[in-house]
């Protein structure tokens, strides 16, 4: 009997827990169509409805809903041209909300009651239409607030202190706003405060001092470092009888003197100090230049890296060693990048020599030990054919080492612009199409993997695709956005070269699409785009723009492709035409991967061709000049209109 009844209460208790849960994501799934509805223009919205959940444990059902184990984490309503009120009263009913992000739309009001949602972490409202001053208390409480993203709107009035006091907050960006006042005195150790183009005035608090000036540009009154010093008057002494003048005047004179003199000292000081540790520092620079020149030697000092601290590999079949036969082992410089070096080590052991790729990066701050843990193990787990596997990665403070397969075939980029004096063949336009195959299912596989990132991959570029001894291309350095220090992602990543950067100082999902035009390009023409080692687009260097104006005549393509016995004309119009669709610089007209990856997947096959099979057709020509026309009608030649 009691065995029976005790049975009967453990039954209702699983039955009302199921109803609690049930009861908990009809809540969150109503309040979320609430929200839709107090828009004014939901369409984008359009599989929000009550016949689904939100979420599918980890995986959204609805679009822009970030979902971790069956709970909404966050909203990620970009460029979704959305307009209207955002209603704070129906997110605070969201208790596991923690990141909202609405940039890219059409939002306007004032700022209310956002420190209601106080666990919230990270908040993007940049580039929409708000206004208004914020109150200062409106971040009060928000203690996990990381992230703050207020950019391009109409906000005025003085900063708000509450931001200054927020402990784990490391990420401010307010610029192109209306700000006015002085800037207060921020106590965290901010990595990024972007104030530009606002009407602050005053000095430059020293917790800021050590950020770049183009972060305060725009700002006429602003001064002290690292912008110019700031200049006061001192004001007018009262008048003094004769005596106390001329006492005055012997009192102020050697204080100026002790002064100077003291000062003097001080830069003496200094510039023995400096010059020591310049001495020592070119010393360092001498003995690492030995090792670089002889392209060989030991990682150890080279890298400073400690000799306890453990080396994590994210994949299990992964052949193991430690952190110190890592360093200790011979290493080849392979490059220098603006973000670090890579280095090829040869390790000796029992089973035989492994040979890895070890990447430094020193700008890798963005994040905090957990979250890179977290970040790291995420890209650990993709497993794609065209996807350079991550095997193992070694963090520290300062600096830190991610280690990966080597392949013995070089870069994309090699293979297109390396020494034009070598007598090697060149790509094909059969491997040039798997080539882009490759990337293009890749870049795809990372879309879906890492949906909650704007930017899968972020830095796509030839010099980031390796080429295995099949051709087979494996690109690597995908999803490293949110790690890199935000400075050097906006000076250096290719993502960040693109015309939506340039012109409204924000990127989308379509800029990597944008990365893979200006790919397909560089291989369809062998020229390395001029954008990339510029500090910021410029559409006259864009190769998009080169492409349509050369391509009146045959002259736009690699010297070696159309020469090739394998010659397939219609395919490289085809793909010339998908490149320059994915470099158009209006976002509205640039198509989305998914699309792109389908249009690529329709031309030629997988298996290898035989190289006999030339096209020969007399209508060559022809059928080039028509292909123009389509095209670009606005530059069609007189030739192409006979």
Not at 138 to 149: C, D, I, N, P
Not at 392 to 420: C, F, I, R, W
Not at 467 to 493: A, R, S, W
Not at 529 to 541: D, G, I, L, R, W
Request: charged fraction near 25%; glycine fraction near 6%.
């Amino acid at each position: 009997m009691k065995m029976t009844i005790l049975g009967t209460r453990i039954a209702i208790l699983s039955l009302w827990s199921l109803v609690i849960v049930s009861l908990g994501d009809m809540g969150d799934t109503g309040n979320l169509l609430k929200f839709k509805d107090s828009l004014a223009n939901p369409s984008s919205l359009r599989n929000w409805n009550a016949s689904t959940s939100p979420c599918k444990g980890s995986m959204a059902n609805w679009i822009g809903v970030i979902c971790v184990k069956n709970k909404i984490w966050g909203l990620q309503l970009e460029n979704m041209n959305l307009r209207g009120l955002v209603n704070i009263q129906i997110l605070d009913k969201l208790p596991t909300l923690r990141i909202i992000s609405l940039m890219n739309n059409d939002f306007e009001g004032i700022m209310v009651n956002i420190r209601k949602l106080e666990a919230l972490k990270a908040l993007y409202l940049s580039n929409n239409r708000f206004h208004g001053e914020i109150p200062d208390d409106a971040f009060e409480g928000m203690r996990s607030l990381k992230k703050v993203f207020l950019a391009n709107n109409v906000f005025s009035g003085k900063i708000p202190s509450s931001l200054t006091v927020l402990p784990n907050l490391v990420i401010l960006r307010l610029e192109g706003n209306q700000f006015e006042g002085h800037i207060p005195d921020f106590k965290q150790e901010l990595k990024v405060v972007c104030l530009a183009n606002n009407k602050l005035e005053g000095p430059i608090p020293k917790s800021l001092n050590r950020m770049s000036a183009t972060m305060f540009s725009g700002n006429k009154n602003l001064c002290g470092k690292p912008l110019q010093a700031c200049t006061s008057s001192p004001p007018r002494p009262p008048p003094y009888s004769s005596k106390e003048k001329t006492l005055s005047s012997v009192k102020i004179a050697l204080i100026v003197l002790s002064t100077a003199l003291l000062l003097l000292i001080i830069a003496i000081l200094i510039l023995f100090l400096t010059w020591r540790t310049h001495t020592e520092s070119q010393k360092a620079n001498v003995v690492n230049e030995a090792k670089r020149v002889s392209k060989s030697g030991s990682m150890v000092k080279a890298a400073g890296f400690d000799h306890g601290s453990t080396l994590m590999f994210l994949r299990d079949g992964a052949q193991r060693f430690d952190l110190q036969d890592l360093l200790k082992a011979s290493a080849e410089v392979l490059g220098s990048g603006n973000l670090g070096a890579s280095y090829k080590v040869e390790m000796e052991k029992d089973d035989g020599v492994v040979v890895a790729v070890v990447k430094r990066y020193k700008q890798m701050n963005n994040a905090g030990k957990d979250e890179f843990y977290e970040h790291m193990t995420r890209l650990g787990k993709l497993n794609h054919k065209n996807l350079l596997p991550l095997m193992a990665y070694h963090y520290m403070k300062e600096e830190k080492l991610l280690v990966s397969q080597y392949t013995d075939n070089g870069s994309l980029a090699t293979h297109l612009h390396g020494n034009p004096c070598e007598d090697k063949p060149g790509l094909s336009w059969q491997t040039r199409l798997k080539i882009i195959k490759g990337i293009a299912r890749g870049l795809s596989h990372l879309y879906k993997e890492l949906p909650t990132l704007i930017l899968p991959h972020g830095n796509l570029k030839s010099s980031n695709v390796l080429l295995d001894h099949t051709f087979k291309p494996l690109m690597c350095d995908y999803g490293l956005t949110p790690l890199i220090n935000q400075e050097q992602v906006h000076m250096f990543m290719a993502a960040y070269k693109s015309p939506e950067y340039a012109l409204k100082g924000r990127v989308s999902k379509k800029t990597d699409v944008w990365c893979l035009g200006i790919l397909i390009l560089e291989l369809l023409t062998g020229k390395l785009p001029e954008n990339y080692v510029q500090p910021k687009y410029n559409s006259k260097a864009n190769l998009g723009s080169w492409v349509k104006e050369k391509m009146s005549s045959e002259s736009v393509f690699d010297d070696g492709l159309l020469g090739t016995k394998d010659d397939k004309r219609d395919e490289v119009m085809s793909v010339l035409r998908i490149g320059l669709k994915c470099c158009e610089e209006d976002l509205n007209k640039r198509p989305e991967l998914k699309q792109v990856v389908q249009e690529i997947e329709q031309l030629g096959d997988d298996e290898d061709e035989d190289e006999d099979d030339v096209d020969d057709d007399d209508d060559d020509d022809d059928e080039f000049c028509s292909t123009i026309c389509e095209v670009n009608a606005s530059i069609c030649s007189e030739k192409c209109e006979r």
